[in-house]
T-cell receptor, first 112, second 107 residues
Framework: DVKVTQSSRYLVKRTGEKVFLECVQD?????MFWYRQDPGLGLRLIYF???????EKGDIPEGYSVSREKKERFSLILESASTNQTSMYLC???????????FGQGTRLTVV | KNEVEQSPQNLTAQEGEFITINCSYS?????LHWLQQHPGGGIVSLFM???GKKKHGRLIATINIQEKHSSLHITASHPRDSAVYIC?????????FGGGTRVLVKP
């Protein structure tokens, strides 16, 4: 069974904290994505990576950075968390040449 | 204007009813996806379409490339179909998502 695993389902952090969200996939996929999902706005792409150590900005990269040191792992970093980063964060992966993406269960982050 | 528009935003149906969700997109695509998100967050892929029609169980997805429009139909709806259904267009590796349709099927 293919799997994309996010490290936490629920997270509460304080304003100004550095936050790491981890995502691991076991399908040997080249592409990995981080999205945030907000009511009324749908899923929006923050960053994506198409290879180890490669990254591309998505539609809303401000306030975020990413790291992909190994093919199976893609980390999203909030350098200094703010309340407007309270959201559901979803990781996904896909194989190059296809558009079907596999999603993790999501991390609901609350910044207080 | 969003590249991908879904309607309706919310839909309530009685068990057994036929449900239709619509998706329109503004530019060309390589594929269109229908996704399902249950409470709790996890998203699963239902269909990937580039033309015509696909059927899986009680779910049917159609796409009209010329009209840039796709529909997802649920026949004989059941309370376990209650979820958010999301349309997504693919261009290269990038997916762009509609806002989702929240479906509630009452017993």
């Amino acid at each position: 069974d293919v799997k994309v695993t996010q490290s936490s389902r629920y997270l509460v952090k304080r304003t100004g904290e550095k936050v790491f969200l981890e995502c691991v996939q076991d399908m040997d996929h080249e592409n990995m994505f981080w999205y945030r999902q907000d009511p009324g706005l749908g899923l929006r792409l923050i960053y994506f990576s198409y290879d180890v150590k490669m990254k591309e900005k998505g539609d809303i990269p401000e306030g975020y950075s990413v790291s992909r040191e190994k093919k199976e792992r893609f980390s999203l970093i909030l350098e200094s968390a703010s309340t407007n980063q309270t959201s559901m964060y979803l990781c996904a992966s896909s194989r190059t040449g296809t558009t079907e993406a596999f999603f993790g269960q999501g991390t609901r982050l609350t910044v207080v | 204007k969003n590249e991908v528009e879904q309607s309706p935003q919310n839909l309530t149906a009685q068990e057994g009813e036929f449900i239709t969700i619509n998706c329109s997109y503004s530019v060309g695509i390589s594929a269109l996806h229908w996704l399902q998100q249950h409470p709790g967050g996890g998203i699963v892929s239902l269909f990937m379409l580039s033309s015509g029609k696909k059927k899986h169980g009680r779910l049917i997805a159609t796409i009209n490339i010329q009209e840039k429009h796709s529909s997802l139909h649920i026949t004989a709806s059941h309370p376990r179909d209650s979820a958010v259904y999301i349309c997504s267009k693919a261009a290269g590796n990038k997916l762009t998502f509609g806002g989702g349709t929240r479906v509630l099927v009452k017993p």
